[in-house]
């Protein structure tokens, strides 16, 4: 039976907002941290049919817990019901009491 309704696995796919950070300009200048985190995400979105739609970059500390380009990212997620990928969860947070706030 037939309910009239046509998809692709495109229209499902889970839509992916990445957020990288490193700790210190000089990491974020040289690429080489920025690099290995994107090609991690790009993996995750590839293995998992997903789409990634946004990208935050942020140079700061993993104990700070203001930091705007990861309040962005959030809020990009809640926007469009996506998810935010990290290549390591230690990217987000460098405490699990802050990690557990991100909601």
């Known amino acids: 039976?037939?309910?009239?309704?046509?998809?692709?696995?495109?229209?499902?796919?889970?839509?992916?907002i990445a957020y990288y950070r490193v700790s210190t300009e000089r990491q974020?200048?040289?690429?080489?941290?920025?690099?290995a985190q994107r090609a991690k995400v790009e993996q995750l979105a590839a293995e998992r049919g997903a789409?990634?739609?946004?990208?935050?970059v942020e140079v700061e500390s993993?104990?700070?817990?203001?930091?705007?380009?990861?309040?962005?990212?959030?809020?990009?997620a809640r926007k469009?019901?996506?998810?935010?990928?990290?290549?390591?969860?230690d990217r987000i947070a460098r405490d699990a009491e802050l990690v557990l706030r991100l909601s």
Request: charged share 20%; with cysteine.
């Open 1 to 16: 039976m037939s309910l009239g309704c046509s998809y692709t696995a495109r229209d499902t796919a889970v839509q992916l």
């Open 28 to 35: 974020g200048q040289s690429g080489l941290g920025l690099e």
């Open 51 to 56: 789409e990634l739609v946004a990208e935050f």
């Open 62 to 76: 993993g104990r700070k817990a203001d930091r705007p380009q990861l309040a962005a990212a959030l809020a990009a």
């Open 80 to 89: 469009l019901g996506a998810v935010v990928a990290v290549a390591k969860l």
